[in-house]
């Protein structure tokens, strides 16, 4: 089976821009969650989806939203982009059925803002 | 809500060395824990996870863990180190109910290194 893959990698862009980020889950798998990975915050949750519905969210401000297709491959938009939106973001997949199910990791696009 | 703290940030064993990687959770509910590995410009990857069954938990590489509720840890232990297992390591949480779907809470994560 296919892991997760996640597009573009890497990305820079400049303050004020908006970007998309896009995870394809592994086959069969409804639940996708995005983190954010910083030196200084660490891994934080952004937010989940589960058959096109955000189901949590974290404690991010709302230039950060997603969305999640029908085929359960998900975007995440960051708009009005800040230095501080520079990270690892990584989207993870599971079957979304129970919360003791494990997460299986991308490796991620390393947005720089500049 | 759920937290976790990993003391030490940083861990330094010699090759064949005992490899023991400290986790605290604060949970006020029954807790899932979970053990991943990042290795350099990786995702994460799962070396093994505690969902209420056995509280020794085998995983992975040869990696281990026991939750200890009256200790509320989840410690992550190799008995013998090598070269490969260099990396940085995440203890999470997570628990039952809709407050959590699809969020594990991580720990600020201990960079292991294995010296020859």
């Known amino acids: 089976k296919a892991g997760v893959t996640q597009t573009p990698r890497y990305l820079i862009k400049t303050r004020g821009q908006q970007v998309t980020l896009s995870c394809s889950p592994i086959?069969?798998?409804?639940?996708v969650s995005w983190y954010q990975q910083t030196p200084g915050q660490g891994l934080q949750f952004l937010f989940e989806?589960?058959?096109?519905?955000?189901?949590n969210k974290g404690n991010f401000p709302g230039r950060f939203s997603g969305r999640q297709f029908s085929n359960s491959r998900s975007e995440m938009n960051v708009s009005t982009l800040e230095l501080g939106d520079s990270a690892l973001y990584l989207c993870?997949?599971?079957?979304?059925?129970?919360?003791?199910?494990?997460?299986?990791f991308g490796p991620g696009t390393r947005l720089l803002v500049l | 809500a759920q937290s976790v703290t990993q003391l030490g940030s940083h861990v330094s064993v010699s090759e064949g060395a005992l490899v023991l990687l400290r986790c605290n959770y604060s949970?006020?509910?029954?807790?899932?824990l979970f053990w991943y590995v990042q290795y350099p410009n990786q995702g994460l990857q799962l070396l093994l996870k505690?969902?209420?069954?056995?509280?020794l938990v085998k995983g992975i590489n040869g990696f281990e863990a026991e939750f200890k509720k009256s200790e509320t840890s989840f410690h992550l232990t190799k008995p013998s180190a090598h070269m490969s297992d260099a990396a940085e390591y995440f203890c999470?949480?997570?628990?039952?109910?809709?407050?959590?779907?699809?969020?594990?809470?991580f720990g600020q994560g201990t960079i292991l290194t294995v010296h020859p």
């Open positions: 993870a997949s599971s079957l979304g059925t129970a919360n003791q199910e494990t997460q299986y």
């Open positions: 086959s069969g798998h409804r639940s």
């Open positions: 989806y589960f058959s096109e519905t955000q189901r």
């Open positions: 949970s006020s509910v029954p807790p899932y």
């Open positions: 505690y969902t209420s069954a056995a509280t």
């Open positions: 999470a949480v997570s628990v039952a109910g809709g407050t959590s779907y699809g969020k594990l809470t």
